[in-house]
Structure formats: structure tokens, C-alpha cells
């Protein structure tokens, strides 16, 4: 089930509120014979990376599935994405926070109102692994809680309708999401060539069938993303550039290297949209580009075709 993005929260008693989690959205799932599979977005299974998540959860009942988010807590326990990417490294910080129980036992709960699945959440998970986390909600005012999330510089918060039944792949508005922070995932769809692979990666947003380009990322890369991300998306290169909106000759945007005119493309290389990555910026300009923007990270459960304009 998806969000709706909302520039204000809505109000009234029939919604709560959770935390916008700053992680990979995951559906764990225990099978009637066999261990957990974490599963993202995009249907692959993270278990090879995330194993001491999928062992965590090895209580699950057989034939039950769950819906959370993987997060990695910094030290002040704020979920940090950019933890995700050294998930060796930061494993005694990786955490599933679950937040839906859709399958029990083979028993489909998907038409049960929120709230009852969230009870029924906490009564078969709640303590039982310390890597297992519920995600705590508030039947209270949505403004009082954005004032935590500030104070806590998180992502934003996620509105529920409390009678609204589990639709799977759909963006229905009974869950809404409000960003506190500008930051979004994108689509990769080139690069300019450079030290340890790319000197800048090309990314952009769909809108309807069109990927339009939004901006030339260079701030945020260490070697050893740079190196990872060339090892992606050398796979996927392509003859044809894929953004629609290109070449922008008329383009004098200074920040970021935006405008990208056809002399600048003949030093790109044009890669299949199929590579996702978390960005971070300051805001968006008016020519729909970005200001100040920065790699935060690869998306793991993002498709490419679900990535649109948020904010």
C-alpha cells in the first residue's frame, strides 16, 4: 500500500500519525515451510545482505507477512539512509520497524480496519527480537507531532485512516505523507565520466511515460560509492539519452550544472532508467531543477517508474 504526498497533514479523529521512516520499505514474509524473505519494493530479496534481520524475525508464525521499514539509527537513534548503504559495517544499528501485519497464520487480514491489524501487530510481535521494532503511532494532534519531528530533524510523518482496510499497490489517500526535510529518490538516467568511474550522475523523475532530467549530482559521492554505483549502471548503458527534456539549451540555471545542452550531453553516457537513488537538496528552483544537491544514497526498493515529482 502507498502514500499520498500532502503539503499539510489532515486533521480529525479517524487519522493517526507515525514517524516517516528514512529507510528501505520492506515486506517480510514467513513462509509455510522455509526461513523469513525480506522483500522490497521492486520484488528482490534482501535477505543476502540483511540475514541478521531475516534470522531476527524467524518467531513469525508460518504463513505470515508483515510490512515495515528497515532503518539504521545513528546515535542519537534518529534512522540515518546513508547507515543502510555500510549495512556490514552498521549491523548492530539495523532495526525492522514493522508497522502492518497483512497475513497471519494464512489468515488474510487485509480487509480488518487499521486499527485492529495494528493490535494484532503488537500482540504477536512487540518484544520479541531487539531487532524488531513497532512503530508507535499518536491519535493525537498531528501538529504537536510535527513539532517532535523537527526538534528530532526526522523525515516527516505518515497520516492512516484508522478504519481503512490494507490495499495493496495502491495510492488511495487513506495513508498521506508530509516531508519535513527536502529529499527524494530519482532515477539515474546517464553519467558524465570521471575519477573512480563518474564524475557526475544524470537523474530525473517520471512524469506520466516521460523521465524528465532534473539535475547533475557531483556532492555526497566517497570512492567507494562512486564505485559501486559505476559498477551498477555501466549494465544498463544505452545509446539513446532517456530524458524527455533534453537538450535544454536555453537553460542558465547556476546551480548544480542543470542546464545540460546538447554540447554538454556529447560528454554523457546514457544509461536504461533502472538505477534509483536517494537525493538530498535544499529546494527546488523554478525551471524544476534542484538547489545544493547531494547523493544520500541507492535505493534498494524503489522501481524506477514509481519515482514522480513529491514535492
Not at 144 to 157: D, K, P, S, T
Request: hydrophobic share 40%; net charge positive.
Amino acid at each position: 500500500m502507498l502514500c499520498e504526498t500532502v503539503r499539510s497533514l489532515p486533521r480529525g479523529p479517524e487519522w493517526i500519525f507515525e514517524i516517516k521512516f528514512d529507510g528501505f520499505r520492506i515486506i517480510a514474509s514467513q513462509p509455510k515451510e522455509g526461513g523469513v524473505v525480506l522483500w522490497s519494493r521492486n520484488q528482490n530479496s534482501l535477505n543476502r545482505k540483511f540475514f541478521y534481520i531475516a534470522d531476527a524475525l524467524s518467531f513469525l508464525p508460518a504463513d505470515t507477512v508483515l510490512d515495515g521499514e528497515l532503518v539504521a539509527l545513528d546515535e542519537q537513534e534518529r534512522p540515518q539512509f546513508s547507515l543502510l548503504q555500510s549495512f556490514r559495517s552498521a549491523a548492530d544499528r539495523v532495526r525492522y520497524v514493522a508497522f502492518d501485519i497483512l497475513r497471519l497464520r494464512g489468515r488474510s487480514l487485509l480487509q480488518l480496519p487499521l486499527m485492529e491489524r495494528k493490535r494484532i501487530l503488537k500482540r504477536e510481535v512487540e518484544g520479541r527480537a531487539p531487532q524488531v521494532l513497532i512503530s508507535e503511532f499518536s491519535e493525537g494532534s498531528a501538529a504537536a507531532m510535527l513539532r517532535q519531528v523537527r526538534e528530532r530533524r526526522l523525515e516527516g510523518l505518515i497520516g492512516k485512516r484508522k478504519e481503512g482496510v490494507y490495499e495493496p499497490g495502491e495510492r488511495s489517500g487513506a495513508w498521506v505523507k508530509h516531508r519535513i526535510n527536502q529529499g527524494q529518490e530519482f532515477v539515474a538516467g546517464g553519467y558524465i565520466p570521471g575519477t573512480h568511474g563518474i564524475e557526475a550522475l544524470l537523474v530525473g523523475f517520471y512524469r506520466g511515460k516521460d523521465l524528465l532530467y532534473v539535475v547533475s549530482l557531483r556532492a555526497g559521492f566517497t570512492a567507494e560509492s562512486r564505485e559501486k554505483i559505476f559498477t551498477r549502471i555501466r549494465k544498463l548503458v544505452t545509446p539513446a539519452c532517456p530524458f524527455a527534456n533534453l537538450p535544454q539549451e536555453n537553460s542558465r540555471s547556476r546551480w548544480g550544472g542543470e542546464g545540460m545542452t546538447s554540447e554538454k550531453m556529447k560528454r554523457c553516457v546514457w544509461a536504461k532508467p533502472g538505477l534509483v537513488v536517494q537525493v538530498e537538496f535544499v529546494e527546488w528552483t523554478g525551471d524544476t531543477h534542484l538547489r545544493h544537491a547531494r547523493f544520500a544514497g541507492i535505493r534498494e526498493d524503489k522501481k524506477a517508474k514509481d519515482v514522480v515529482k513529491e514535492s
